[in-house]
T-cell receptor, first 110, second 114 residues
Framework: RKEVEQDPGPFNVPEGATVAFNCTYS??????FFWYRQDCRKEPKLLMS???SGNEDGRFTAQLNRASQYISLLIRDSKLSDSATYLC???????????FGTGTRLKVLA | NAGVTQTPKFQVLKTGQSMTLQCAQD?????MYWYRQDPGMGLRLIYY???????DKGEVPNGYNVSRLNKREFSLRLESAAPSQTSVYFC?????????????FGQGTRLTVV
């Protein structure tokens, strides 16, 4: 089993749609959770950290479920510019590293 | 703000050649990382440096060496390049070790070994 698993997609959604991604992680000792965005052939960039109580940043909402060991990302009112790969990242389990999912590809269609 | 700067951005090597990828950060971060990204594999950690003066192997260290030259700079060396090392390489930094705070990435180096 991979340490961090994501559905690779692609998720093809029309503009204005709401889309949700889930990510599961295997190490229950993980303490830090992040969503990164990666555009084609570019570096990953932090979209948002994920907090235990859940958090929102504009059209983006992230949730953490420690009991079931998954995190989610909800994107409301999708824009063409949201088309990218979204990486789930888990860290803080005691090792000096982050664990990356392979990413979920989103295409927002006009 | 420069953030994390990697050089070069593109490189083509012949099998057996050596090269060093350079990385520098200007955010006063303590921890630095080298990853490689291959299609369908996600980012895999090659080496990391929790703090100045320390380096440790990651998930895929074979064929690579690193140097944490000072707090700002962390270089990755390929001593004898192989086609299997064709990949996109990302350097990253974070203010604390252990993956507890977000990491910031450089723009990447696209390396092709022929």
């Amino acid at each position: 089993r991979k340490e961090v698993e994501q559905d690779p997609g692609p998720f093809n959604v029309p503009e204005g749609a709401t889309v949700a991604f889930n990510c599961t992680y295997s190490n229950s000792a993980s303490q830090s959770f992040f969503w990164y965005r990666q555009d084609c052939r570019k570096e990953p960039k932090l979209l948002m950290s994920v907090y235990s109580s859940g958090n929102e940043d504009g059209r983006f909402t992230a949730q953490l479920n420690r009991a079931s060991q998954y995190i989610s990302l909800l994107i409301r009112d999708s824009k063409l510019s949201d088309s990218a790969t979204y990486l789930c990242v888990v860290g803080g389990s005691g090792t000096y590293k982050y664990i990356f999912g392979t990413g979920t590809r989103l295409k927002v269609l006009a | 703000n420069a953030g994390v700067t990697q050089t070069p951005k593109f490189q083509v090597l012949k099998t057996g050649q050596s090269m060093t990828l350079q990385c520098a950060q200007d955010m006063n971060h303590n921890s630095m990382y080298w990853y490689r990204q291959d299609p369908g594999m996600g980012l895999r950690l090659i080496y990391y440096s929790a703090s100045e003066g320390t380096t440790d192997k990651g998930e895929v260290p074979n064929g690579y060496n690193v140097s944490r030259l000072n707090k700002r700079e962390f270089s990755l060396r390929l001593e004898s390049a192989a086609p299997s090392q064709t990949s996109v390489y990302f350097c990253a930094s974070s203010i604390t070790p252990g993956g507890r705070t977000e990491a910031f990435f450089g723009q990447g180096t696209r390396l092709t070994v022929v």
